[in-house]
Structures are given as structure tokens and as C-alpha cells.
DNA sequence: AGACATGGACAACCATGTTGTCTATCGTCG
DNA sequence: CGACGATAGACAACATGGTTGTCCATGTCT
């Protein structure tokens, strides 16, 4: 065979990015612009609990700073809404509103239409293997929310 | 299956941070330390013709300025040279030096390497089915050299 | 010769992260 | 109860890696 192996790593970002292009467009067309894979993240940490900047910066392996700088994106977009803690007057709570929740139950959606579509483009059987493989290969494991960050850049347009 | 297709994007994702982070970490355990793939990019691009600040930008798809920022990193590390065009006064001729030609080899040995490990822990045949289908999938022309800002973030550390 | 295009440098700005500092509040311990 | 250490969040300064806009020197074309 005479693919090398940057070239294996090429394909394996540019399946990722064709996805989430895919997706990202998809949720354009329909009225979500300019959602980023970190948005989504970052909304799924606190909807699961991190409630507040330091905890969510301590889910997404990130600053509290940076965690109170993409909460207040969130916010000028109307995905969460802030108040204040009863239990704990230095805490300022934070919970995603029905836009919020809409973006993500968008997203999912859309990132199974795109998986089926891969599916039929390459039969049921083959798909399985394939991604039974890759799962093999990478292991559930290897993308934790540190990689909330990562996937944060460029990825709005083509 | 159960899996979603967000999960599936995560698994692309994690394969290349797979093969990208351990490809750093040897490059780096090798002498040559904070090698991105985005000076990967921009040495091969230059020593394919792209040899001056404003070429390289229309090669990788960013600025004139941009590029010249890569380029400043690259001398900086020694791997390109910078000296007057003899056929233009308004360029500077990029050449790439010994220096950076040996950080290119070792990284193309070290993901193929790396591939090769791929393929013992899924067997011959599996592998090759399974890198097939993903060519399948992705399509050989969706990375091209835009791809190069994008893969520059944050790939420094595990 | 003169008009226009191009290469490169410089400055300002944006986005997203970082650290450091400060205040208010909490919790614990003497 | 009160004091002290830890924590939440706001604010400022900075790093990185992009962008645009402007400028000058040089090349190219008519």
C-alpha cells in the first residue's frame, strides 16, 4: 500500500471536518449560525452540572477565565441564562435555556443524518466493520472534553 | 449500533490527535521540540515552489501577512533560510535548510511508523479494508492545504 | 514614461486562550 | 463568635495566530 501515514492522519481530520462542516452548515440552514463544537460542549458540561464558570472551566480543562468567557457567548446568544445561587452567594448559576437545548437536540440530529448517510454510502455491513475498527484503534476514551478547546477554531466556515 | 454520530466525529477527531500528538512527542523526544504540522505544511509547500511570503499565503490559503509570521517562526528555528531574489528586488527567496529537511523525514518515518502500528493491531487485511473505506468515505482531495490554520491550535502538549 | 499590480513590512484589530490580582463570600477551626 | 484560608467571579495584561488596511519599493504592460 502506498498511502503513508500523514496521509492516514489527513484523512482521519478530514473525515472529522467534513462532519462537523456538514453539520455546522446544516444548522445554519436552519436558523443556528455560527454554533461551534465548543458551544455544544460546553452547553452539555453545564446542562450535566457544571453550573458555574469555575467548575465548567474545571470539566473543559480550561481556565475559569476562558470558562467565563465562553459562558458569556452563550449568553449574548441566548443559549444559557444566569442567576444567582441560593446556596452560595459568590457562585452565579448558570442554566441553558430552550434555545440552548434546541441547538444541541439540532446538533445530534444532524450528526446522525450525516452518519447515516456515510452508512448507505458504504452498505450496512462495511460501515459496522469500519467503525468497530476505528473505535478499535482509538479507543473510546482518547476525546475527553480537554479537546472542547481544541475544536474550537476555524471551524465556521468551509 | 448505538453509536452516534457525534460520537463517530469524536473518533475521527481522536484518531488524528492520536497519530498527530504521538508524532510530536517523538519528533520532540528526537531533539527537534514544538514542531506543529503547520511547519510541516508551510516546509513542504516552500520546497514545492512556494518560496517567498506571498505564494506560500496563496498555497496555504491564508494571508501574505500570516504567511510571513510561519515564516519568521521557521527561521527563527532555522529550518528555512531567508535571501534576496536575483530575478525580483520586491521578493525574498525562502529556502528550506538542512535543518528542516531533517525534521520533514523523521516526521513523514515517524507517522508512517506510526500507521504501521495501526495495521499489526488490526491485522493486515482489516487495515486495509478499514484505511479503503475511510479514503471512501473522506475522498482524497477534501484536506488540501486549508486544512493547515485549522491543524495548528494547540497541539503542542498531550 | 506612466499607470497599475505585486511583494513585503508595519500597525491595528479580533478571537481565544493564559496568569495575576482583587473583592466578596464561604467554611472551618480555635 | 471571630479570624483565617479557600473559592467564585470580575478585571486587566499579555501570548498566539489569525485578519484588514496602509505604505513603499519594485516589476510589468501599454
Redesign the interface.
Known sequence: ?S????E?????????????DG?IAELSARGHHGVRPVHDFAMRAIAAGADNASELGRRLSVSKQAAAKTIAVLFERGYVERGPDPDDGRRKRITVTALGWEVMRE??A???????A?QH??GAR??????A???????DA??RPE?A???A???DEG
Do not use: C, K, N, P
Open positions: 500500500m498511502r503513508s501515514g500523514a492516514l492522519a489527513l484523512l482521519l481530520l478530514g473525515g472529522y471536518r467534513s462532519l462537523v453539520a446538533g445530534e444532524i450528526f446522525d443524518e450525516l452518519r447515516q456515510w454510502r458504504l462495511e460501515f459496522a466493520e469500519f467503525e475498527r476505528l473505535a478499535a484503534l482509538v479507543g482518547t476525546v479537546s478547546g481544541w475544536v477554531h476555524e471551524l
